[in-house]
């Protein structure tokens, strides 16, 4: 099956081996040498997990360049105004975005007709990393099964706070679960994790989804506790919240958040292999690798040929669960 192959496909890019590699091929005379300063378009608000990792990744990728690197929120429509930009940027790799699951499932929903992966280049894969959800340290719910009770008995007034539309990544790792558990949330989209955060720790919604990165420090100091997490093992970082699967509850744990860089169509091959080099170069360093662990993502190496094959996989898994959550025909 197309997302056993996937699952298979992910989780055998991380290793020190394969960041190694990236280093000796970042450390070539030939390698990235931008002209000018470099824009990293991204398609959410600061302060979430893609601004995060965007930051940390910039802040030790300068110096290998040599060149400034300016990070540019610029979210709305799901992700389109960042790939507009990117779209419309010249190729000259002074221009890239990152993107997530969530520019595969836009593609295929909202923004069908609009963008297409053949609109880009997919130059690195850097990040891997599962969806937990989570609730104030106030609630009353304490596990999956405690909110797919409260949904069963409140007719499923239960408010699930994600990042995107109906169709984006988390929303998708909800309706999976709804169908694993024969009940019904209500999806309440939001700009940023933060936003999400915000509106969980006030009391307006009742759970929260997001990745860990940016709610970890919130864990850390008790405002926040886990309910679950959709993978396949626990988190080094908050080792007490069980896998979904743990609780009894049979979702597909190939269904994985990515975050990877890419830019617009027409980047020669060269510069796209030599930036993928760069940025695993980066990845290498004591500073990306201590926020990595902490936030609970695995590296990936791949570069621009891996990655768009990866980003086609991707996007059959991403169009399979999208049927199979009904949102598409």
């Known amino acids: 099956m197309a ?15 394969a960041l190694t590699l ?21 398609h959410t608000k600061p302060g979430g997990g893609v601004d995060v990792y965007s930051r940390t990744l910039v802040k030790e990728l300068e110096p290998i360049i040599g060149q400034t690197i300016v990070v540019v929120n610029a979210p709305g429509g ?20 990152v993107n997530t699951v969530t520019h595969l499932t836009g593609m295929q929903t909202n923004l069908r007709g609009t963008f297409s992966p053949d609109d880009f280049e997919w130059v690195a894969l850097s990040q891997i990393d599962p969806i937990l959800f989570f609730v104030s340290k106030d609630s009353e719910l304490n596990s999956i099964t405690d909110m797919v009770e409260l ?26 679960l709804e169908k694993a558990a024969g009940v019904k949330f209500n999806w309440v989209a939001h700009r940023s994790t933060p936003d999400i955060i915000a509106a969980v720790l006030g009391g307006h919604m009742d759970v929260g989804v997001a990745n860990l990165g940016p709610a970890l420090e919130f864990f850390e100091a008790g405002r926040l506790k886990g309910l679950g997490v959709l993978g396949d093992n626990r988190l080094s970082t908050l080792p007490d919240m069980q896998t979904f699967g743990e609780q009894g509850y049979d979702v597909d744990t190939s269904w994985l958040q990515i975050r990877g860089v890419f830019g617009p169509k027409g980047m020669p091959m060269e510069l796209q292999q030599q930036i ?15 926020y990595a662990r902490a936030a609970g993502v695995q590296d990936s190496d791949y570069g621009p040929k891996e990655y768009s094959a990866f980003i086609k996989q991707m996007s059959t898994v991403a169009e399979e669960q999208l049927k199979a959550a009904g949102i598409i025909n």
């Open 22 to 42: 990236g280093i000796a091929q970042g450390a070539m005379a030939d390698g990235w040498a931008p002209e000018g300063p470099v824009n990293m378009i991204l």
């Open 151 to 176: 949904a069963k008995s409140n007719g499923g007034e239960v408010n699930i706070a994600g990042f995107g539309p109906v169709g984006s990544m988390q929303n998708i790792g909800m309706s999976m």
């Open 78 to 97: 799901g992700g389109a105004t960042q790939m507009a930009k990117i779209r419309a940027a010249k190729p000259d790799g002074l221009t890239l975005g």
């Open 3 to 17: 997302i056993t192959h996937l699952k298979k496909l992910a989780l055998g890019v991380a290793g020190a081996a």
């Open 276 to 290: 993928a080099d760069a940025i695993h170069k980066a990845m290498a360093s004591d500073s990306y690798q201590t």
